[in-house]
T-cell receptor, first 116, second 112 residues
């Protein structure tokens, strides 16, 4: 595997289900991100992890819970979602360096989530 | 706060014709600027980036972009479009740290 991978690619869940999205980066990066992409809206940054610590939580509802067990893996745990949470969820990674970051983020293919 | 505007929601262009996608940003200092492309069902792929130096930046797939500070713009161009260029294109800006702000995107349709 190369780059950033995400599983599953498609997910349909009911509002009472619990599911998890997985992201894995094979680039040796030390920062990872979750974005939400809804139709006709700009990408929304949800969470940022740098060196496995959460450094950003962009006012995301608690029904979304991220987990970053190591620098290569990122999860998004989903619980009691709403239909308006249906979207494409994108994971990205980047390499941060002392004194600044390259800012260049590499994206996975996304998970298309549908909440019924 | 920094913001990005892509004025064109949808552009249709004939194969072989030139393409220009507009991007305007709002930020006081010189930002870091990016163009990404997203094909249907795929994630975002970086086309090119501008950090400093030469204001005309060359990217992959024959794309280029020009940073114009006076116009707060970073427009993307391609001299001759191929059918495979049909996709959605996003301009993004980083003003500080690692936060990317994206425009709403421009969908490009290529007709034969």
């Amino acid at each position: 595997e190369t780059g950033v991978t995400q599983t599953p690619r498609h997910l349909v869940m009911g509002m009472t289900n619990k599911k998890s999205l997985k992201c894995e980066q094979h680039l040796g990066h030390n920062a990872m991100y979750w974005y939400k992409q809804s139709a006709k809206k700009p990408l929304e940054l949800m969470f940022v992890y740098s060196l496995e610590e959460r450094v950003e939580n962009n006012s995301v509802p608690s029904r979304f819970s991220p987990e970053c067990p190591n620098s290569s893996h990122l999860f998004l745990h989903l619980h009691t979602l709403q239909p308006e949470d249906s979207a494409l969820y994108l994971c990205a990674s980047s390499q941060e360096r002392a004194g600044g970051t390259t800012h260049e983020q590499f994206f996975g293919p996304g998970t298309r989530l549908t909440v019924l | 706060a920094q913001s990005v505007t892509q004025p064109d929601i949808h552009i249709t262009v004939s194969e072989g014709a030139s393409l220009e996608l507009r991007c305007n940003y709002s930020y006081g200092a010189t930002p870091y600027l990016f163009w990404y492309v997203q094909s249907p069902g795929q994630g975002l792929q970086l086309l090119l980036k501008y950090f400093s130096g030469d204001t005309l930046v060359q990217g992959i797939k024959g794309f280029e972009a020009e940073f114009k500070r006076s116009q707060s713009s970073f427009n993307l161009r391609k001299p001759s479009v191929h059918w495979s260029d049909a996709a959605e294109y996003f301009c993004a800006v980083v003003a500080h740290d690692y936060k990317l702000s994206f425009g709403a995107g421009t969908t490009v349709t290529v007709r034969a």
